[in-house]
């Protein structure tokens, strides 16, 4: 039956059967860069979200924004006026989002870095070195939130892997996007009858630039309650506003260079017990730590660590891992956040290097003694340099060296050459692992990128190929997307400060996606087809032997308002060389290969409405048996001030070798007094891992990320351990961003 229904629907929507498309409205249209202006001003405007200091008057409005979203290339439904301000200290940006309808402004979350997606927004893409490759992202909403992030690559990061089951995309160092590196500035947000209003302020010692004197920039604008997005700059719809090719020139800038410094010390007292570790008591522990930023250059800083800030106030939300493979969680740590992209080598579901290996080990911590890091871009190069030192962990780690070096050249036309060598060394003769690798990106026109990377490590001892390679062919335009990608993994391949799921395979994947906009119901219709195999080259398996593979046949609906369904089917294949005892159950599945079909449904309502739901399911082949999986999660929103959400992952499966079911559920809840002050709980239950456990954090926060907070966590055991506290800790932190040279 999944076979018969799946043909009709995906030869519908690839366009077999008529529908109203729309032309490309910016075929033909000439290409010309847009020019802003930014004047210098001797009295800077005061930053409280009203455009009423006179520098305002002397700035020229950039204005004309067009849509990316839902008629690209059509005038932006609502007016934005934009203007940039700027004297020897910072960069200031007024922005004035006129509305016909002042009712129909949705705030969003008040709280730093909340998804733009659900509310209306005001972005900031700033290309400070004008290569069409790196950025500075600062956004706001009526809220009047601090987001920001870096892009690198020109916001593309992952090479279009499917195979690993991870969302790589704006959760980490990885990425084309980083969302988690938090800059120094401050923004200030008003409403009246006409509209909002935003006044940006981002110092010169925020941003890292070169001796170009015209910066790259690109402006986007939401309007919730339309679905719209719309950029200063057109850019065609298949990209987004990091696709900085299409930027617009930011003339008549005077970049200063005046060395800074600043000092991030932070203080961290807890009291807690851990059952587990056989604590009798509960104990008091203390540390301090600080990081320090020196500006080199405009382009280069130097940052130093002592006793590494962990993020101990955000705890990981848990996953489901019924594979045979580790699961993927994001860096949060500020020390390792900084030019993060500039480090970023791999992609494709192997990331060579991965800072989260560095401090953290067998579910614990490692304590980091210190260490430095140089990262940049100098004479036309992105440079890296790291070094950093962790120390003993009785029954987890021995003292270790860290050293990674990257240096990339970014070429016109989105390409860009490079290489990196990653070292890691412990104290014991013997014990050391190094990587070395090249990688390359080829910007074909304006549709088609070529990119691989090649790799090889050393681990004494190591038997085998310790090789590596990857090359990656994409094709994007307004009706399609597609691309080919092919890996190779030697058996003994081992980059240990890297995130490799597995090794000692061939990896091939075929991917092609049609985009059909009707002219009404639907906003967009995505038919796709997907293909990924692994074929073992393990020296004691099989030639070829298929360890995993998927076809993958689907077609999302995509709605005005911002409502998704998603239907598709997959044809899956495991295979066992070995038998497979999964994580949190009795069962054991014997070595074999076991193939079936799945039906596979995902859905998510309108998420920027007092309401929402999302939630899928996978029902169908299994291993020897089968599997129902059903996720789900409720969101219910109060103004820009609470926010409280249930999730549930429920699996029920059946095998020749035994039934078992795993229910992990979660619930989050978040008050924010203001932007920078909240309160938020995280309470989560996992029958897989034999465990429930809450995480309780008040945050007041200070400029990047820093201030005070308060944190409480508490575990314990729900099945064989059922009552027995795991841990309970109460713990205070304060951080703060000193300034000690320059402003």
Avoid: C
């Avoid at 847009?34 to 004047?39: E, L, M, N």
């Avoid at 090479?159 to 401050?186: E, M």
């Avoid at 961290?268 to 009798?280: P, Q």
């Avoid at 309108?606 to 059903?630: C, D, K, M, Q, Y």
């Amino acid at each position: 039956m999944p076979v018969r229904l799946s043909v009709p629907l995906i030869a519908v929507a690839f366009g077999l059967v008529p529908l109203a498309l729309q032309a490309d409205p910016l075929a033909g249209q000439d290409a010309a860069l847009k020019a802003g202006q930014a004047r210098r001003t001797d009295t800077p405007p005061t930053i409280d979200g009203r455009l009423n200091d006179a520098a305002w008057s002397s700035a020229p409005a950039m204005t004309d924004f067009v849509q990316l979203e839902p008629n690209d290339g059509q005038p932006a439904s609502e007016e934005t006026e934009i203007r940039i301000l700027f004297d020897d200290d910072a960069v200031y940006v007024g922005a004035w989002a006129k509305v016909a309808d002042p009712g129909t402004i949705i705030p969003g979350e008040q709280i730093r870095d909340a998804e733009l997606s659900e509310s209306d927004a005001i972005l900031l893409a700033f290309d400070t070195y004008n290569d069409e490759q790196n950025a500075f992202v600062f956004a706001t909403t009526p809220a009047g939130i601090e987001y920001d992030g870096q892009v690198a690559n020109a916001g593309q990061g992952g090479g279009g892997f499917l195979g690993g089951g991870q969302r790589r995309f704006q959760i980490g160092a990885g990425g084309g996007f980083n969302k988690n590196w938090d800059g120094s500035w401050t923004v200030a947000v008003t409403r009246d009858d006409d509209g909002w209003y935003a006044e940006f302020r981002i110092p010169f010692n925020t941003l890292r630039y070169g001796a170009n004197d015209v910066w790259g920039v690109n402006i986007g604008r939401r309007v919730r309650h339309r679905n719209e997005q719309a950029t200063w700059a057109p850019v065609p719809r298949q990209f987004t506003l990091y696709r900085l090719e299409y930027a617009g020139d930011l003339e008549g800038l005077e970049t200063p260079f005046r060395r800074s410094g600043t000092v991030t010390p932070y203080m961290l007292a807890t009291r807690g017990r851990n059952w587990s570790e056989g604590d009798t008591a509960f104990a008091a522990r203390r540390e301090f730590g600080a990081d320090a930023k020196l500006q080199v250059t405009s382009g280069l800083t130097l940052d130093a660590t002592y006793n590494t800030d962990f993020a101990q106030v955000e705890a990981d939300d848990q996953q489901v891992n019924l594979t045979r493979f580790s699961l993927f969680f994001p860096e949060k740590r500020p020390f390792f956040l900084e030019n993060a992209g500039f480090f970023t080598i791999g992609g494709g579901g192997a990331d060579l290097f991965f800072s989260r290996r560095i401090g953290l080990a067998e579910g614990g911590t490692v304590p980091i003694v210190g260490g430095g890091r140089l990262s940049g871009r100098t004479g036309g190069f992105n440079v890296g340099l790291l070094h950093i030192a962790t120390g003993l962990e009785d029954g987890v780690q021995d003292p270790n060296q860290y050293s990674v070096a990257r240096i990339a050249r970014e070429l016109p036309g989105r390409s860009r050459l490079g290489g990196a060598f990653m070292y890691r060394r412990g104290d014991a003769e013997g014990d050391y692992n190094q990587t070395l690798a090249v990688d390359g990106q080829l910007g074909l026109g304006e549709a088609w990128t070529a990119s691989g990377w090649a790799a090889r490590t050393e681990t004494p001892d190591a038997t085998g190929d310790e090789h590596a390679f990857n090359g990656t062919l994409g094709w994007t335009t307004r009706e399609w997307r597609a691309n080919v990608q092919y890996q190779y993994f030697g058996e003994a391949f081992n980059p240990e400060i890297g995130f490799l799921p597995r090794t000692g395979h061939q990896y091939l994947q075929l991917f092609a996606m049609r985009y059909i906009r009707p002219t009404r119901v639907f906003r967009e219709i995505r038919p796709h087809v997907s293909y990924y195999t692994y074929l073992s080259r393990k020296a004691d398996v099989e030639d070829g032997f298929e360890e995993s593979g998927r076809l993958h046949l689907d077609v999302h609906w995509e709605f005005p308002d911002g409502m998704e369904l998603h239907t598709g089917f997959n044809w899956l294949t495991q295979g066992l060389y070995e038998p497979f005892s999964i994580s949190g159950t009795d069962v054991t599945v014997p070595e074999g290969t076991y193939r079936g079909w799945e039906s596979q449904v995902r859905f998510w309502t309108n998420e920027s409405a007092p309401l929402s739901f999302n939630g899928g399911w996978n029902i169908g082949h299994f291993l020897t048996g089968s599997r129902r999986s059903v996720q789900g999660a409720i969101t219910g929103r109060v103004n820009s001030t609470l926010t409280v959400s249930a999730r549930l992952d429920y699996n029920n499966v059946t095998l020749e070798e035994g039934d078992f079911v795993t229910t992990l559920a979660g619930l989050n809840l978040g008050y924010f007094f203001a932007p920078n002050v909240y309160l938020q709980a995280l309470v989560q239950s996992s029958t897989q891992l034999d465990i429930w456990s809450s995480n309780l954090r008040f945050g007041w926060l200070g400029t990047a990320g820093t201030g005070l907070f308060l944190v409480y966590n508490e575990a314990q055991g729900i099945g064989d351990i059922s009552g027995d506290n795991l841990i309970r800790s109460l713990g205070i932190k304060y951080s703060r961003q000193i300034n000690v040279l320059g402003l």
